[in-house]
C-alpha cells in the first residue's frame, strides 16, 4: 500500500502530466456562454447553461465518478470515501461529506472586452475569458485535483462532493431546489474566493427602490425613458436616457441646449457622456466602467454618470425629477451607503458596499435595483431599519428581494487552520 507522501508525489506528477488537458477542459467551459437565459424544458436556467452543466457532468460519469442530478437546477459530482483498516482495506463506507460548492453560470459580458469574452484566447500564458477566474477555472482547478489524487490511488476518509450550481450570479434557486432532495454536506469550502483562504463573506442584500411616475403637462425637457446595467451585482458600464420636448422635433426646441450643456459637463467631469437626435427623440448615453458589484470601487457607474447629468437639466416632468434628486442627494457616487444612512463597518470585514446594478424608466414607474454587501456583525433588518427613514421621506416603494445572510469563522476555527496547514506546506 502506498504512503500518504507516495501518492502526494503521484498526484503532483499526474498534474504536471495532464497540463494540457486541464487546460482544454478550462477552454471548453469558457466556450459556453453560460449566462442565465429563458428556461425551457430540461434547462430552467437557459440552454447555454444546461450545456456546460452537462458537459460536466458527462465528463465525470466518463472518468468514473457518481453523479446525481436534481432535475436539471444542479447537481453533484462525488468521489465515495472509506474507513480503512491497517493494511488498507475498506472497513466502512465514509459517514461524513465533504462538500465543494461551485458554479458554472456566469455574470453577462459587459461592453469593453479587448477579445471574444467567450472565446478563451490564450496570449502570453493567460487566458481571456469570462469565468475564468469567477467560477469555470476553480471547477476546472478542483476536478483536476480529485481525479488526480484518485487515480494515485489516494482513498479519502470522507465523501468529497463537487457540488455545481447552476445560478449562483442570479438567486440560488437551482441551489435551493438541490437541497431540498439531497442533504448539505457536513463540512466544506468554496474555491470562489483568493488564496490564501477568506473566513468571512459579508451579507449580500439585493432590493428595488421604485417610485411611481405622474405625467406631465408643463413645457420643456421630458425624460421618456432610461435603461443602463446587465445585473445587480455588476457596475453598469453604459446607461442611456431618451429625452423630448413639447415640440417632439430633436432639431428643434431645446437641444441645441442640451447639447451644449453635454459638452461642458463632460469638459468639467471628465466623464465620458454623449448625445445625439435619435428620430424625433434625443439620446443621451453615459459610459462607466464594468466591475463585479462587491467592488464597485474597481469600476465607475454609468448610472450615477448618467443621473448625475440629468439633474442638471431641469427636466419638466416633476416626478422623474424628484427621483433624479433624490438619487444624486442619497446614492450619486457613494458605495458606503453613508448618504443613504446604511453606512456601516466591523473589524473582521470591514465597510458595507452599496452597488447600483440596474435602471428601468418608462412613463409609469423609474426603479433601480440595488447590491449591498453588508458586514458579518451586522443584519439584513439592521440594514433595512437604517434605510427605512429615507425610502419614507422621500414617498418611495421598497422590494425586498434576496438576503443571504453573512458567514464568518474565526481564525482558529480548526477548518481554518488545517486550510491555512495545507497552503503554508504545499506554498
Keep these: ?173 437551482g441551489m435551493e431546489k438541490y437541497l431540498e432532495k439531497i442533504p448539505a454536506p457536513d463540512f466544506g469550502f468554496s474555491p470562489d474566493a483568493d488564496f490564501p483562504i477568506i473566513n468571512g463573506e459579508k451579507g449580500i442584500l439585493d432590493f428595488s427602490i421604485a417610485k411611481k411616475l405622474t405625467t406631465t403637462r408643463e413645457k420643456g425637457i421630458i425624460i421618456r425613458s432610461v435603461e443602463g446595467g446587465v445585473a445587480p451585482n455588476s457596475v453598469p458600464d453604459k446607461a442611456r436616457a431618451i429625452i423630448m420636448d413639447e415640440t417632439g422635433d430633436a432639431k428643434k426646441g431645446p437641444y441645441a441646449s442640451v447639447k451644449e450643456k453635454l459638452d461642458e459637463w463632460r469638459e468639467k467631469t471628465g466623464h465620458k457622456i454623449n448625445g445625439k437626435g435619435v428620430g424625433k427623440a434625443f439620446e443621451i448615453t453615459a459610459h462607466g466602467r464594468a466591475a463585479h458589484g462587491a467592488r464597485p470601487a474597481d469600476g465607475l457607474n454609468a448610472v450615477s454618470v448618467l443621473l448625475a447629468f440629468l439633474g442638471e437639466l431641469g427636466v419638466a416632468n416633476d416626478s422623474v425629477g424628484e427621483f433624479i434628486d433624490f438619487y444624486n442627494e442619497h446614492i450619486g457616487f457613494d458605495l458606503t451607503g453613508t448618504k443613504l444612512g446604511i453606512a456601516c463597518c466591523d473589524e473582521p470585514s470591514g465597510a458595507l458596499t452599496l452597488n447600483v446594478g440596474l435602471i428601468s424608466m418608462d412613463a409609469e414607474a423609474v426603479i433601480i435595483d440595488v447590491n449591498v454587501r453588508y458586514p458579518v456583525t451586522m443584519t439584513d433588518e439592521e440594514v433595512y431599519a437604517a434605510l427605512l427613514p429615507v425610502i419614507d421621506a422621500k414617498n418611495l416603494g421598497l422590494v425586498k428581494k434576496d438576503n443571504k445572510a453573512p458567514i464568518y469563522f474565526p481564525e482558529d476555527a480548526p477548518l481554518i487552520t488545517k486550510l491555512m496547514d495545507v497552503y503554508r506546506r504545499h506554498t
Design 1 to 173: 500500500m502506498k504512503n500518504i507522501q507516495e501518492i502526494s508525489l503521484s498526484a503532483h506528477r499526474l498534474i504536471d502530466e495532464r497540463r494540457d488537458e486541464i487546460v482544454a477542459m478550462l477552454r471548453d467551459l469558457i466556450r459556453f456562454a453560460s449566462v442565465k437565459g429563458d428556461a425551457r424544458d430540461g434547462a430552467p436556467f437557459g440552454e447555454e447553461v444546461q450545456r456546460v452543466y452537462e458537459y460536466m457532468m458527462n465528463k465525470a460519469q466518463d472518468d468514473e465518478f457518481d453523479t446525481v442530478d436534481v432535475d436539471h437546477y444542479g447537481g453533484h459530482i462525488e468521489w465515495p470515501g472509506a474507513e480503512l483498516d491497517d493494511t488498507g482495506e475498506m472497513v466502512a463506507a465514509a459517514a461524513e461529506t465533504l462538500g465543494i460548492p461551485v458554479h458554472l453560470d456566469v455574470v453577462p459580458a459587459a461592453d469593453g472586452w479587448s477579445r471574444d469574452p467567450f472565446g478563451a484566447e490564450i496570449v502570453d500564458g493567460v487566458m481571456y475569458g469570462r469565468g475564468t477566474t469567477d467560477n469555470k477555472g476553480a471547477v476546472a482547478a478542483t476536478y483536476a485535483a480529485m481525479k488526480a489524487l484518485k487515480d494515485a490511488g489516494f482513498v479519502p476518509a470522507k465523501n468529497v462532493r463537487l457540488m455545481i450550481g447552476l445560478d449562483e450570479e442570479t438567486g440560488w434557486s
